[in-house]
């Protein structure tokens, strides 16, 4: 059973609109959250995280935020530039598992012109 | 050469060969992990390493075999495989064990297996 989902396997955003990716996760357990993009023919990188101590987190065009009581997070990328295609995953933690990641299974994003 | 690298990046074997995948990061990392990303699946943690004795072993086959013979290397030794095996399979590592700001992981490129 998958702890954490990412419901759209794709989304098309228009350049310079704001793209919005959703995850999910079952487990109330978890208290970190992170998002990697992963370009073709590369490693996921590390995009932006939060803490379930806090509801957003902002770093440039990056936003995330978590709702616990409903556990979803999404991910806010505005502008959209074509340069943020990519697969965006989704990854959660329980800080006592210290060395356990849960993946979703991506959503592919494009942003066209 | 810096970040995460991984040889071969893509991996063509028959189900009675052995073959090797080797992980190198060039970050001053202390823990490193193996991942297992099948189609339409989300990524799956393998094992871990952490100051070069294994942490976890995630329920793999014993057809899978670990090697961490420093903190910089990583190893997959891979014998009598099935289809099923075949898979993008991707290391990881970060500074330390644990999942907090500062402390994210860092993959490698991947290597593309198939097994025949």
């Known amino acids: 059973d998958q702890q954490v989902k990412q419901n759209s396997p794709s989304l098309s955003v228009q350049e310079g609109r704001i793209s919005i990716l959703n995850c999910d996760y079952t487990n109330s357990m978890f208290d970190y959250f992170l998002w990697y993009k992963k370009y073709p023919a590369e490693g996921p990188t590390f995009l932006i995280s939060?803490?379930?101590?806090?509801d957003k987190n902002e770093d440039g065009r990056f936003t995330v935020f978590l709702n616990k009581s409903a556990k979803h997070l999404s991910l806010h990328i505005v502008p959209s530039q074509p340069g943020d295609s990519a697969v965006y995953f989704c990854a959660a933690s329980r800080t006592l598992d210290t060395d356990k990641l849960i993946f979703g299974t991506g959503t592919r994003l494009q942003v066209f012109p | 050469e810096t970040g995460v690298t991984q040889t071969p990046r893509h991996l063509v074997m028959g189900m009675t060969n052995k073959k090797s995948l080797k992980c190198e990061q060039h970050?001053?990392?202390?823990?490193m992990y193996w991942y297992k990303q099948s189609a339409k699946k989300p990524l799956e943690l393998m094992f871990v390493?952490?100051?070069?004795?294994?942490?976890e072993n995630n329920s793999v086959p014993s057809r899978f075999s670990p090697e961490c013979p420093n903190s910089s290397h990583l190893f997959l030794h891979l014998h009598t495989l099935q289809p099923e095996d075949s898979a993008l399979y991707l290391c990881a590592s970060s500074l330390d064990l644990g999942a907090y700001r500062g402390n994210e992981q860092f993959f490698g490129p991947g290597t593309r297996l198939t097994v025949l």
């Open positions: 390493y952490s100051l070069e004795e294994r942490v």
């Open positions: 970050l001053g990392h202390n823990a």
């Open positions: 939060i803490s379930s101590i806090k």
